[in-house]
């Protein structure tokens, strides 16, 4: 007999624990991000090809790891283990990145090592954490439940809640002018990323069920968890985080192999999931969506994270920040995004349950194509507002504002909706792992964001994109207008395609 439905305005409390853990995670990722290429080119002194190339490398690295992490929660660890093990591997990283800071003058080539040592502890520790939280959003609710869709923008508050006072926190302290203060931004990530670990560890046993108040996050009930000694587990640790180390130093100083693993990954989820004779056919077409939706969201991705990029390259150099009392830090504009998001997100998730009530909510994939079409209407606002000016020549920092409104109104339209589709089209034994797929398109997306960002227009230089030349900041901005603007309009030409595949 089924049990009566929680009325639609409630949610489960174990929401709001993944709410609190995800946000202070987040704190920590994206305040450090935002002070990541200012330190590469203030303090390291790298020029802004390196650093773009590096950041495409690092946020590439990031979403490719949670395979591994996945992989392991779903076979033998559990989310649970899963997402501590990963939170104090990415706290150790922000805590090698402040000594990098304190280090970089008094000792160069230690401060080098540690630099690609923090970044591959934080690659590492992402890939066992967010694959695994994300995909226990969905577990809360029972199946058909109508307000996952809800939970999920729910839960994208928490992200960009982090997401908002992450960049300020860690702005205001490290982004002082002076490149020896960026270490306090890292040290304030590392704070951050540790409450996020102890917030989980004491609250998870008690709130984190399902609607039978079964414990969520176990290993799962068909396998059994290996038992190794705590010396060959933590060795296990250190040799993949060494390993990351290695490849993220390789990628970006050598030879850039990111791009094969990319596809090579691609080639191997899609062999174990044909090769697994369990699967029904209805299960092989949802899946088939949750990878033609996730080539899609690439085209979104590595538009939307030039904010990390060559976003901040332009509002440090081109955007008017004196407001007479105070110089907004260029890092400070990252939390606009974030802070969009959480003045938006109660909106969007109040007009999709309205919609759904009249049976009248778009489906998953032309909210999607919606969202392309926002972040191209976005670039095409800034590249009007940059028309024309000399390079040097600052505009008023509204055009950026504005610019991020727009993305953060694409970003509500597909991010957490497609965390919610595959949640809901993934079978249960490959939840975490088709969540992953979901990042690696995120992982192809930050590692193309990074090879468009080392195209930022400067004195002296005429960068080509396929044949695109790029003269100054107006065609660098209407290149992403023509990239997502083709792919919003193709997304929306199959999506009727793409319903009858979701059955």
């Known amino acids: 007999m089924s049990t009566p439905s929680t009325p639609s305005t ?3 409390k174990g929401l709001y624990v993944l709410f609190a853990t995800e946000m202070w995670e987040r704190f920590s990722y994206y305040g450090m991000r935002a002070i990541l290429v200012l330190f590469m080119t203030k303090a390291l002194l790298y020029d802004k090809v390196l650093a773009s190339n590096l950041y495409g490398s690092y946020t590439g690295l990031v979403y490719l790891t949670p395979l591994v992490g996945g992989y392991v929660a779903d076979r033998y660890w559990g989310n649970q283990k899963s997402i501590i093990t990963g939170g104090l591997l990415m706290a150790l990283g922000q805590f090698l990145l402040f000594f990098c800071g304190s280090t970089y003058q008094s000792a160069p080539e230690l401060s080098t090592a540690l630099f690609f040592a923090g970044l591959g502890f934080l690659i590492a520790g992402n890939g066992f954490f967010k694959p695994n939280i994300s995909s226990m959003v969905g577990q809360l609710y029972g199946a058909g439940d109508k307000r996952v869709d809800a939970a999920y923008t729910i839960f994208y508050m928490g992200i960009n809640l982090g997401g908002a006072l992450g960049p300020i926190v860690c702005g205001l302290a490290g982004d002082t002018g002076n490149p020896a203060d960026f270490r306090w931004g890292f040290m304030a990530a590392g704070i951050g990323m540790l409450l996020s670990v102890i917030i989980f560890k004491q609250l998870k046993d008690k709130y984190v069920v399902d609607p039978q108040g079964k414990t969520l996050g176990l290993v799962p009930g068909d396998k059994k968890e290996i038992k190794t000694s705590q010396i060959l587990a933590y060795a296990g640790l250190f040799a993949f985080s060494l390993a990351v180390i290695g490849l993220l130093y390789v990628d970006a ?5 990111l791009s094969y693993l990319l596809v090579a990954s691609v080639l191997i989820i899609g062999f174990m999931i044909i090769s697994d004779k369990t699967l029904s056919a209805t299960e092989k077409q949802r ?15 590595s538009a939307f994270e030039q904010a990390g990029a060559s976003l901040t390259f332009f509002a440090e150099e081109q955007t008017q920040r004196d407001l ?6 260029a890092s400070l504009f990252q939390s606009l995004n974030s802070i969009f998001v959480v ?13 759904g009530n009249r049976n009248a909510e778009p489906s998953s994939p032309t909210k999607m194509a919606v969202g392309l079409f926002l ?5 095409l606002i800034i590249a009007f507002g940059v028309k024309g000016v000399q390079p040097g020549v600052k505009v008023s920092m509204m055009w950026l504002t504005s610019m991020y409104a727009l993305h953060t109104l694409g970003e509500l339209c597909l991010s957490p909706i497609g965390l919610s589709l595959v949640n809901k089209l993934a079978p249960f034994r490959f939840a975490s792992l088709l969540m992953a797929v979901w990042f ?18 400067e004195a002296g230089k005429t960068p080509q994109f396929l044949g695109y030349q790029i003269n100054g900041l107006y065609e660098f901005f209407i290149l992403f207008v023509l990239m997502a603007g083709a792919a919003s309009l193709i997304l929306f030409m199959v999506t009727k395609k793409l319903q009858k595949m979701m059955a």
């Not at 899946?287 to 939706?293: E, G, R, S």
């Open 324 to 329: 007479g009392f105070l110089t907004v830090p």
């Open 287 to 301: 899946i088939a969506v949750i990878f033609i939706v996730s080539f899609f969201v690439i085209f979104f991705w």
């Open 375 to 379: 972040l191209a209407l976005g670039y």
């Open 10 to 12: 409630s949610h489960p």
């Open 253 to 257: 100083r050598v030879f850039g192999i």
């Open 440 to 457: 690696l398109a995120n992982a192809a997306a930050n590692k193309f964001a990074g090879v468009l960002s080392a195209l930022y227009p």
């Open 343 to 355: 003045c938006f997100a109660p909106i969007v998730a109040w007009l999709w349950i309205k919609l």
